[in-house]
């Protein structure tokens, strides 16, 4: 088969497709009658982090849902309420697939990408949460059942106890004795290509930034995995040092050194190291990701539920990296619901590398907000079998004094 047939085969809808819509016509019939958005102007207006806009679906039924997309908060709230919510009027939310199409070619006309595909995003979580309440099933059956009973999980040094560049070996410690995570990322290269404003660094700046690598080797060996983040924070010609550097200290992969797009840059700094790369959260769709996966750049392929597409994208695009037999590795430094979504669909896909999770998140901010927080163990999670995503918000979190909450009555 050539690989261009192989592409389009992934795109085919797989065998337990039929299963799923014949489940999803026996779902009652709804109306969106309502939508709400809840954000917050400031991470430090509340106790649990907020950085998200959610969106909640009122049907006539008296079933709600809810989704998420991130960061640009005002402008998503926006752009639902003056233009996404009467294209939901008089919509069948069942139909997911013809929705999501339909909305992604009137954005095509404003350029698809940035507010209107995090928009889609999150409508289309919604529209999944809605179909699992109204089956009274959670979504990873939906969408193929359960393929992997708890999915491996990495730790992302978000700020809580410790710092990562003083004393990551801390954070290691505490995520493996409690939980049994075994991989850890980090990103000490970032403040070189601040200071150096993303032109050069030099052999100083990769020493300095090598010694949080170096305390965890040291500390650990080769029991844990170490992911290094660069936030595409550099030009060919430094990732290639950068890489090359950190070749003896065996990271699991090199996630975003370059800015997204630059795929044949991509290839030429994959073929200059040892070192498996990673990108894809800041890609939008699956037509870019098909780009992706034709440069050959890539070891594993990275998206993020709440910026790709939604639920209905990511599943073709680890469909399509599943063509390449390459493994997918979802990002979810977000809101909780992006790391519930995302739990879902690894708990569903059979190639899945690992997924990522924050102890922050889960040890302070999400038992502030939620009454039912997702929480690791063994080294993994697993996927709620509530209906829907299982997400269950406290009721008080929607009344908070500093959310900016908006309805638009349809």
């Known amino acids: 088969m050539k690989r261009r047939d192989l592409l389009k085969s992934a795109l085919i809808a797989p065998a337990f497709e039929s299963l799923r819509l014949k489940a999803a016509a026996s779902a009652p019939p709804m109306k969106i009658k309502r939508v709400d958005t809840i954000y917050w102007k400031s991470r430090e207006d509340a106790p649990f982090w907020p950085h998200w806009t959610w969106v909640r679906l009122h049907t006539d039924s008296g079933l709600t849902a809810v989704g998420e997309t991130y960061p640009r908060n005002a402008g998503e709230a926006a752009m639902i309420h003056h233009h996404v919510a009467r294209m939901l009027s008089g919509r069948d939310p069942r139909d997911i697939e013809r929705i999501w199409a339909d909305f992604y070619r009137t954005f095509d006309y404003q350029i698809a990408g940035g507010t209107e595909m995090r928009v889609l995003s999150a409508i289309d979580l919604a529209l999944w949460d809605l179909l699992g309440k109204s089956l009274n099933t959670p979504v990873w059956r939906l969408i193929g059942g359960r393929s992997n009973p708890r999915v491996r999980l990495y730790n992302t040094c978000f700020p809580h106890k410790y710092d990562f560049n003083k004393e990551p070996e801390k954070i290691m410690a505490e995520i493996l004795d409690r939980y049994g995570i075994r991989a850890i990322k980090v990103w000490p290269f970032d403040g070189a290509a601040q200071r150096n404003q993303h032109q050069f660094i030099t052999v100083q700046d990769i020493d300095q930034a090598l010694a949080p690598v170096r305390k965890l080797r040291d500390a650990f060996g080769d029991k844990i995995e170490i992911l290094i983040e660069f936030h595409s924070n550099w030009n060919l010609t430094s990732a290639i040092r950068i890489a090359r550097a950190l070749e003896p200290y065996k990271p699991m992969w090199l996630e975003d050194m370059l800015l997204p797009g630059n795929f044949p840059q991509y290839r030429q700094l994959a073929e200059a190291t040892s070192l498996p790369l990673i990108a894809g959260e800041r890609v939008a769709g699956r037509y870019q990701f098909g780009q992706m996966l034709e440069s ?28 390449w037999q390459l493994p997918v590795a979802p990002h979810t430094a977000g809101g909780p619901l992006l790391f519930y979504a995302s739990t879902h669909l690894t ?62 009555e349809l």
């Not at 750049?297 to 790709?308: G, H, Q, R, S, T």
Request: proline content about 8%; charged content about 25%.
């Open 296 to 323: 050959r750049a890539f070891k594993y392929i990275m998206f993020d539920l709440c910026w790709c597409g939604g639920l209905s994208e990511a599943r073709k695009i680890a469909a399509m990296a599943d063509a």
């Open 347 to 408: 708990t569903a896909s059979t190639n899945v590398w690992i997924q990522e999770s924050c102890q922050r998140f889960y040890e302070s901010d999400w038992p502030k907000m939620l009454d039912n927080p997702l929480k690791p163990a063994e080294g993994g999670i697993a996927a709620p079998d509530a209906p829907g995503f299982g997400m269950e918000i406290k009721p008080e979190i929607w009344r908070h004094p500093a959310a900016v909450v908006e309805t638009t």
